[in-house]
């Protein structure tokens, strides 16, 4: 995310300065491609490549100090870097977004998702990837559950949970998984962070059937991102208009769920019949 910014930055001060990618290769002694990568966020800066950008750009004082700062930042691995064996690229990414998101907006329809799932829950999906080692299944329910302590922060985001109907009913292993399971689905319901809307069967279709996703949000300037996942890997969203979209078909099935009330009363209900 402070590459993000830092990318996004440098790619405004170049405008602002009226420079070409070929006048700021000229000054680093690179090529145009290189300049192109590190604006495009698909590179990190050097420091000392970011100091004589900064030059060239004319960028003094405390807000040069402010940026070199983000390119170290940038280099600071996360919290994450301990499971870095079992993560792509674009995982990376997710776990980063939900490290700085203000606010999470997340549609699924077959599974719990992460952040609200047992470790128990999470294992028994993970089995079901038949090519997984056992070792790897287990540190993959630690990531998991590390994952979960956003939830716990002092400042914790905004989480709002649409849940379809169909996660909650495909019985994972034992009934007593899913109990637990259920029982910590309503614990979370009551944090005042969370929102959590079940998805009834009732609800009829909807333009986001068949596709989960995530909607971030961030403090000040920075614009929402999007994540849609397919089988074992996920992507990040960036375009305005493509976010747009994802937003806009979160709000439909937001408002099509049913309402925190009536899915907790929903969720004990299904409790009882287990």
Not at 38 to 50: G, H, P, S
Not at 97 to 112: F, M, Q
Not at 137 to 164: G, H, S
Not at 238 to 264: H, N, T
């Amino acid at each position: 995310m402070q590459r993000r910014r830092l990318a996004a930055e440098l790619h405004r001060l170049r405008g602002a300065s009226g420079k070409t990618l070929e006048d700021v290769a000229a000054h680093l002694e690179c090529s145009p491609a290189k300049i192109s990568r590190i604006e495009n966020n698909q590179v990190a800066v050097r420091i000392q490549d970011a100091r004589e950008l900064l030059d060239l750009y004319g960028v003094t004082g405390d807000r040069r100090e402010e940026l070199l700062q983000m390119v170290r930042q940038a280099r600071v691995k996360g919290w994450w870097a301990g499971y870095a064996d079992l993560l792509d690229e674009a995982t990376e990414t997710l776990l980063s977004l939900e490290e700085e998101a203000v606010a999470i907006r997340l549609y699924e329809n077959g599974v719990v998702p992460p952040l609200l799932q047992t470790a128990d829950y999470a294992r028994c999906c993970l089995q079901s990837w038949t090519d997984l080692p056992l070792d790897v299944v287990r540190r993959r329910v630690e990531l998991c559950m590390d994952r979960q302590r956003i939830l716990d922060r002092a400042d914790p985001p905004e989480l709002t949970v649409v849940l379809d109907e169909a996660a909650l009913r495909r019985r994972v292993d034992s009934g007593e998984v899913m109990r637990a399971q259920l029982e910590r689905l309503i614990d979370d319901s009551a944090r005042p962070s969370v929102t959590l809307l079940v998805l009834p069967f009732t609800a009829g279709p909807h333009q986001a059937m068949g596709f989960p996703f995530r909607v971030f949000e961030f403090n000040g300037e920075d614009p929402k991102v999007a994540y849609a996942e397919v089988l074992d890997r996920g992507h990040p969203i960036e375009s305005a208009e493509e976010v747009g979209r994802y937003s806009a078909a979160f709000q439909q099935v937001q408002a099509l769920a049913l309402p925190p009330k009536e899915s907790r009363r929903f969720l004990h209900e299904l409790l009882d019949t287990m």
